[in-house]
């Protein structure tokens, strides 16, 4: 069970099962542009293209989940040229 | 850095009005035997983007389809100023009378594009245009204004006393100052302007350098801003590409030691990743001095996002065979956190194992100080951080010894 959604240049991936199990909702907490809300216990969006609007790529979304919540967010951001360094 | 290639600059010519000797651009060698003329004679000149290619040895004249493929051959694989020849063009060799300059610039002394005419054109122009200088004239233009065709010929006739002249050329220079406007140029230029034989004006040699905050607004030319005749480094066509589409901030990367001699050459060089444009060139030299080699240029600032951050930063820790990673930025007033993020990620993901230095100083410096250190743990390399509490000299002899026990350890390993 995913959440994915584009951001201007990338993507951002939660996996909701993690999710579901995380008692910090660090991800929630850290987004300065308010985009996550959580229902039934899980972060979930407006909308992808508000998402896509709202995001200002920050990472910390991704840092905070991963220093204080389950390691369940990803994001990534595609370097022309870099494609394998970038998937490994 | 937006330069076009003589053919290219004589396209936009002919489109507007200025006349340019008949001719043909082929590619490559293979394509000349395709090559059909009436030509008499043919002038074949390498297409590079570099000056004195005349006296470089850029330009020959065949009289013949034979002759045309022998001396096409030789120039298409001849480098010049180190510079790989992008193609040729053939034109028909022109019987000249006179040879004329005429340019238009960004002059900063005027705050304004400058016109001059001279009348000692050619491949000395640089030499003349000093020692005579009666031969010379300039006229600023307002850009707001614009400037008439009769302004253009009373400076026109200043140094050039036949009026039918005065109206040809004059047509001409007025012509290229609505090119050098409506491609946002910075610089266009013809040497020579040529009077031929039967009387009449050519452009025989064509020069615009489009302003590279401008390539964007004319995707007709398909440009990108750099030397077109180098090859660029993938580093660079993905800053380009990147930064192209995403104008939050200012990346800009160069890659100085091409990837493929970063790979032949060992325990030489350290990669750079600085936040302003005055800490990036500051800092470069303070390397410099301290002994150390840089594989890039870079410069993030303006606020850029963390995901700019993280591809730049992911660009120079993963140039093969560096010794060392170091950002440093100047008492940076964007956010620092954000750009540690960006820093925090790339350092994640490609876990160097040769030192990393960071100085980091501004606006939320503990903050970001703070991410840092609590990712640091994970890295397999020893990280240096610091603050404001160290210059810029500092940072550099410090990193120096840093390398060089690096290497030293890794030797004796």
């Given at each position: 069970?995913?959440?994915e959604?584009?951001?201007?240049?990338?993507?951002?991936?939660l996996d909701?099962?993690?999710?579901?199990?995380?008692?910090?909702?660090?991800?929630?907490?850290?987004?300065e542009?308010?985009?996550f809300?959580?229902?039934?216990?899980?972060?979930?969006?407006?909308?992808?293209?508000?998402?896509?609007k709202?995001c200002?790529e920050?990472?910390?979304?991704?840092q905070e989940?991963?220093?204080?919540?389950?390691?369940?967010?990803?994001?990534c951001f595609?370097?022309?040229?870099?494609?394998?360094?970038?998937?490994? | 850095?937006?330069?076009?290639?003589?053919?290219?600059?004589?396209r936009?010519f002919?489109?507007?009005?200025?006349?340019?000797p008949?001719?043909?651009f082929?590619?490559?060698?293979?394509d000349?035997k395709d090559?059909?003329t009436?030509?008499k004679?043919?002038?074949?000149?390498?297409?590079?983007?570099?000056?004195?290619?005349?006296?470089?040895?850029?330009v020959?004249f065949?009289?013949n389809?034979?002759?045309l493929?022998?001396?096409?051959?030789?120039?298409?694989?001849?480098?010049?100023?180190g510079?790989?020849?992008?193609?040729?063009?053939?034109?028909?060799?022109?019987?000249i009378?006179k040879?004329?300059?005429?340019g238009?610039?960004?002059?900063?002394?005027?705050?304004?594009?400058?016109?001059?005419?001279?009348?000692e054109?050619?491949i000395?122009?640089?030499?003349?245009?000093?020692s005579?200088?009666?031969?010379?004239?300039?006229?600023?233009?307002?850009?707001?204004?614009?400037?008439?065709e009769?302004?253009?010929r009373?400076?026109?006739?200043?140094?050039?006393?036949?009026?039918?002249?005065?109206?040809?050329?004059?047509?001409?220079?007025?012509k290229?100052?609505?090119?050098f406007?409506k491609?946002?140029?910075?610089e266009?230029?013809?040497?020579?302007l040529?009077l031929?034989?039967?009387?009449?004006?050519?452009?025989?040699?064509?020069?615009?350098?489009?302003?590279?905050?401008?390539?964007?607004?004319h995707?007709?030319?398909?440009?990108?801003?750099?030397?077109?005749?180098?090859?660029?480094?993938r580093?660079?066509?993905?800053?380009?590409e990147?930064?192209?589409?995403?104008?939050?901030?200012?990346?800009n990367?160069?890659?100085?030691?091409?990837e493929a001699?970063?790979?032949?050459?060992?325990?030489?060089?350290?990669?750079?990743?600085?936040?302003?444009?005055?800490?990036?060139?500051?800092s470069?030299?303070?390397?410099?001095?301290?002994?150390?080699?840089?594989?890039?240029?870079?410069?993030?600032?303006?606020?850029?996002?963390a995901?700019k951050?993280?591809?730049a930063?992911?660009?120079?820790l993963?140039?093969?065979?560096?010794?060392?990673?170091y950002?440093?930025?100047?008492?940076?007033?964007?956010?620092l956190?954000i750009?540690?993020?960006?820093?925090?990620?790339?350092?994640?993901?490609?876990?160097?194992?040769?030192p990393?230095?960071?100085?980091?100083?501004?606006?939320?410096d503990?903050?970001?100080?703070?991410?840092i250190?609590?990712?640091?743990?994970n890295?397999?390399?020893?990280?240096?951080?610091f603050?404001?509490?160290?210059d810029?000299?500092y940072?550099?002899?410090?990193?120096?010894?840093i390398?060089n026990?690096?290497i030293?350890?890794?030797?004796?390993a």
């Open positions: 069970m995913k959440l959604f584009d951001t201007m240049t990338g993507t951002i991936v909701l099962k993690a999710c579901k199990t995380c008692e910090s909702k660090a991800c929630v907490k850290a987004c542009q308010d985009i809300k959580m229902e039934n216990e899980i972060p979930s969006i407006e909308g992808k293209s508000i998402a896509k709202k200002v920050c990472l910390a979304c991704e989940c991963f220093l204080l919540g389950n390691k369940g967010l990803a994001t595609p370097i022309p040229g870099y494609e394998i360094e970038v998937n490994n | 850095m937006a330069k076009l290639f003589e053919y290219e600059a004589k936009i002919s489109e507007n009005g200025i006349p340019t008949k001719g043909v082929v590619k490559k060698a293979a000349l090559v059909q009436d030509f004679e043919m002038a074949i000149k390498v297409q590079v983007l570099t000056g004195g290619r005349g006296k470089s040895g850029g020959a065949a009289d389809q034979e002759s493929l022998k001396v096409g051959e030789e120039l298409i694989n001849k480098e010049i100023k510079r790989q020849p992008q193609g040729l063009l053939i034109e028909e060799k022109i019987d009378e040879e004329y300059y005429a238009i610039i960004i002059d900063d002394a005027y705050k304004a594009p400058v016109l001059i005419f001279s009348t054109g050619g000395n122009v640089e030499q003349n245009s000093q005579q200088e009666e031969k010379n004239v300039r006229l600023p233009v307002n850009v707001i204004e614009g400037i008439k009769y302004q253009i009373n400076f026109v006739r200043k140094i050039e006393k036949d009026s039918e002249l005065i109206i040809k050329i004059s047509s001409v220079i007025h290229l100052y609505q090119i406007r491609y946002d140029a910075l266009a230029e013809i040497n020579p040529v031929t034989r039967d009387r009449k004006i050519l452009a025989v040699d064509a020069r615009i350098e489009i302003d590279d905050a401008a390539v964007s607004r995707p007709e030319l398909n440009l990108i801003p750099f030397d077109r005749d180098k090859k660029m480094e580093s660079e066509l993905a800053c380009y990147i930064t192209s589409k995403d104008y939050r901030g200012t990346w990367h160069i890659q100085m030691i091409p001699e970063l790979k032949a050459s060992k325990n030489k060089y350290i990669g750079y990743l600085p936040v302003g444009g005055g800490e990036s060139m500051l470069m030299d303070a390397l410099t001095q301290a002994g150390l080699n840089i594989a890039n240029y870079a410069d993030t600032s303006g606020s850029p996002p995901s951050v993280y591809r930063a992911k660009i120079i993963l140039q093969p065979n560096i010794v060392g990673f950002f440093i930025t100047c008492i940076a007033n964007q956010r956190d750009t540690a993020r960006g820093l925090i990620k790339a350092i994640n993901e490609v876990k160097p194992e040769y990393v230095f960071i100085r980091i100083a501004g606006n939320m503990e903050k970001a100080q703070e991410l250190k609590k990712f640091a743990g890295w397999p390399s020893q990280l240096h951080l603050g404001r509490e160290v810029e000299n940072c550099a002899n410090r990193m120096a010894e390398v026990d690096y030293a350890n890794r030797e004796d």
